[in-house]
Nanobody, 124 residues
Framework: QVRLVESGGGLVQAGDSLRLSCVAS????????VGWFRQPPGQNREFVAA????????TYADSVKGRFTVSRDNASATIYLQMNDLKPEDTAVYFC?????????????????WSQGTQVTVSS
């Protein structure tokens, strides 16, 4: 069992930056995936970015490439999502997930454990 505790959401203006953090109760296998998904109002949860605990394979959704950066700190079992140049369409509840990554990093099926979610609201 892995517990994920997320923090860092908030209300910002377009063009601003935010950093989300997600602390895992334990770091599993280095090949396991840790990722960020988001759920806009009235929509399904969608992939944002992910990486493996080993540090390889950082992957991004096209909508965030060049603006968001995913990283991890193995010593503290923390993953981060640095979000720059935020846009109103980035408004969503953001979740971090952890799992074996067997279905590929962008697939929601790759993740077993999820955080509680944090709201990110970007005003225009």
């Amino acid at each position: 069992q892995v517990r994920l505790v997320e923090s860092g959401g908030g209300l910002v203006q377009a063009g601003d930056s935010l950093r989300l953090s997600c602390v895992a109760s334990r770091r599993a296998f280095s090949r396991d995936a840790v990722g960020w998904f988001r759920q806009p109002p009235g929509q399904n949860r969608e992939f944002v970015a992910a990486i493996r605990w080993s540090g390889v394979g950082a992957t991004y959704a096209d909508s965030v490439k060049g603006r968001f950066t995913v990283s991890r700190d193995n010593a503290s079992a923390t993953i981060y999502l640095q979000m720059n140049d935020l846009k109103p369409e980035d408004t969503a509840v953001y979740f971090c997930g952890e799992g074996p990554g067997s279905w590929g990093l962008p697939s929601i099926k790759s993740y077993t454990y999820w955080s509680q979610g944090t709201q990110v609201t970007v005003s225009s």
